[in-house]
T-cell receptor, first 113, second 115 residues
């Protein structure tokens, strides 16, 4: 079974600074997708960024980028120029042949003004 | 385009009762998944429906069941409620199930409290 581990329960960052959230996963599959989801206090889960395992190039979405290390099974999220609206719980998730999302335990990000 | 709509948003039940939660997916989406979110266990997959058929099921007891209607709306039912069933139940829809690349769009959830 696949597992996803987020070792940082809480992180904080100063507004306009950069922060990196860590995620590692375990799988025997070679074809899969990795996601970062954001869950603000309103509770609605929103997709931040997606990475295909077969793509070596790291995904980027505006201020959000990932560092995908397939051999190390590592998938970190970098948020540049942090904004107050980035404050939320961030979940790393894996999706493989079983199709359901397997989530990590989450990292609560606080953005300090 | 309307998002995923879940009803009710909040509900309180007592042990032994049963509950039904409803999810209306985004128009055109035919796949609906359900997840349970608790502080202790985190986010756990319950089941996935596509074209009125359950395609996948998580590791939950038989008290948890679901169904999908021809209009893709889905319901999940929990019978004989236990205190541990208190959770946020999230529904997610996606346009297809043939590929697992697709993004899941989540609703705001139904917060169930069991007393």
């Amino acid at each position: 079974a696949q597992t996803v581990t987020q070792s940082q329960p809480e992180m904080s960052v100063q507004e306009a600074e950069t922060v990196t959230l860590s995620c590692t996963y375990d799988t025997s599959e070679s074809d899969y997708y990795l996601f970062w989801y954001k869950q603000p206090p309103s509770r609605q889960m929103i997709l931040v960024i997606r990475q295909e395992a077969y793509k070596q190039q790291n995904a980027t979405e505006n201020r959000f980028s990932v560092n995908f290390q397939k051999a190390a099974k590592s998938f970190s999220l970098k948020i540049s120029d942090s904004q107050l609206g980035d404050a939320a719980m961030y979940f790393c998730a894996y999706r493989g042949s079983a199709r359901q999302l397997t989530f990590g335990s989450g990292t609560q990000l606080t953005v300090l003004p | 385009k309307a998002g995923v709509t879940q009803t009710p948003r909040y509900l309180i039940k007592t042990r032994g009762q049963q509950v039904t939660l409803s999810c209306s997916p985004i128009s055109g989406h035919r796949s609906v998944s359900w997840y349970q979110q608790t502080p202790g266990q985190g986010l756990q997959f319950l089941f996935e429906y596509f074209s009125e058929t359950q395609r996948n099921k998580g590791n939950f007891p038989g008290r948890f069941s679901g169904r999908q209607f021809s209009n893709s709306r889905s319901e999940m039912n929990v019978s004989t409620l236990e205190l541990g069933d208190s959770a946020l139940y999230l529904c997610a829809s996606s346009p297809r199930t043939s590929s697992y690349a697709g993004e899941l769009f989540f609703g705001e959830g139904s917060r169930l409290t069991v007393l």
